[in-house]
């Protein structure tokens, strides 16, 4: 069962089990918020055993691209489509937030996002990256990298 978020009254229902929960909250508000003004788009999200497909196909291209394993539990999964751009994302338990931002078009844009919660230490897997900061109104201080995807998924 999906339901949308509300980036106006933050909630951390879903995402109860999280020491970081009302960071990793306004994390998944701002993106929310993101979608919303830019797309006019709804985000809904899953419970990540319920959208197993998303979770598996972003840990798919983590692995291939990069090697990479998230070890924290995922607690959310969303997966949104518009202007030829397919958004996936996955909402971890440690309050990582990792998306998959592909072009369906061939030579299109295609990248993996992180983000992490205030709160949170970069897990061990995503040691090797450098973090920028963004001030967020919804998630307080967002640290965030990213890599290109070369691959096709």
């Known amino acids: ?37 830019k797309y006019d788009v709804d985000f809904a999200v899953a419970a ?5 497909a998303l979770v598996d196909y972003v840990a798919r291209v983590l692995d291939q691209e990069r090697g990479i394993v ?20 996955v909402f971890y338990e440690s309050g990582l937030a990792v998306n998959v931002m592909y072009t369906l078009a061939d030579a299109g844009k295609r990248a993996v996002g992180f983000k ?3 709160g949170m230490d970069p897990p061990e897997e995503l040691s090797a990256f450098k973090w920028a900061r963004q001030k967020s109104k919804l998630a307080g201080t967002i640290r965030g990298s990213f890599f290109v995807v070369k691959g096709e998924y």
């Open 70 to 89: 998230i070890e924290s539990p995922a607690l959310e999964a969303a997966e949104v489509e518009v202007d030829g751009i397919r958004w996936t994302h």
């Open 48 to 52: 990540a055993d319920d959208a197993t």
């Open 1 to 37: 069962m999906t339901h949308i978020v509300d980036f106006k009254d933050v909630s951390t229902a879903g995402l109860e089990s999280s020491p970081v929960a009302e960071a990793l909250a306004g994390l998944r508000a701002n993106e929310a918020r993101y979608f919303k003004n």
């Open 116 to 118: 992490l919660s205030e």
